[in-house]
């Protein structure tokens, strides 16, 4: 199972690093992360320039594809020719967004009749493609997952983790990365995160 964690120019390395980071702990199990760009190398919002593992054109056949936020995202959903390169399929693909990625998200019409989740600052522009936001850091309905917040990245990894290969294998990513002495708060806390947005839908 490939997941495309969809990285613009002026992203935010914390959207993007901590769920591929925490999904490719999985690498052994079939689960593995890449870091999918429009060009052959971005820049972050702090100057650090990465060199993508795949292209734009990946996103297609990923299983996962989680669209990282930045701080030209406004720029992305404005960019017709940026946006028709991300083509995907939500019958057969797991989608998520963090951040801002959800303006991508509502560009592409994939949160139409359901709510999400983005930070402070997204927020009211997510709300201006006539999206309800969430006061929550995680949101799934069926194949589509929104987080709201950099640290909410790892709700992101918890519910692609959970999805592809169960909780146990969430359960073993979190205790290992949590800070010493909060081993099972951090696992409890990212699994009612995720598990809470889900249940309160049934």
Not at 137 to 166: D, K, M
């Amino acid at each position: 199972m490939q997941v495309a964690v969809v990285t613009f120019d002026g992203f935010n390395e914390l959207d993007s690093f901590i769920a591929s980071a925490l999904i490719n702990r999985c690498r052994k199990d079939g689960l593995e992360a890449f870091i999918t760009t429009p060009t052959p190398r971005v820049t972050s919002m702090n100057g650090i320039e990465v060199t993508g593992q795949r292209p734009m054109e990946f996103v297609t056949e990923a299983d996962v594809v989680l669209i990282g936020s930045g701080v030209r995202t406004r720029d992305v959903v404005a960019d017709d020719r940026l946006i028709s390169r991300l083509s995907l399929d939500p019958e057969r693909q797991l989608i998520g967004s963090q951040c801002s990625g959800a303006l991508v998200l509502a560009r592409l019409g994939l949160l139409s009749g359901m709510p999400a989740c983005t930070d402070r600052t997204s927020r009211p522009f997510v709300e201006a493609c006539d999206v309800t936001v969430l006061d929550a850091p995680f949101h799934a309905e069926g194949n589509i997952a929104t987080a709201g917040g950099c640290l909410a990245s790892q709700y992101l990894a918890t519910w692609v983790i959970t999805r592809v290969l169960g909780e146990k294998a969430a359960r073993d990513v979190l205790d290992y990365v949590a800070p010493v002495g909060e081993n099972q708060e951090t696992v409890e806390r990212a699994l009612r995160a995720v598990h809470a947005r889900e249940a309160a839908l049934h």
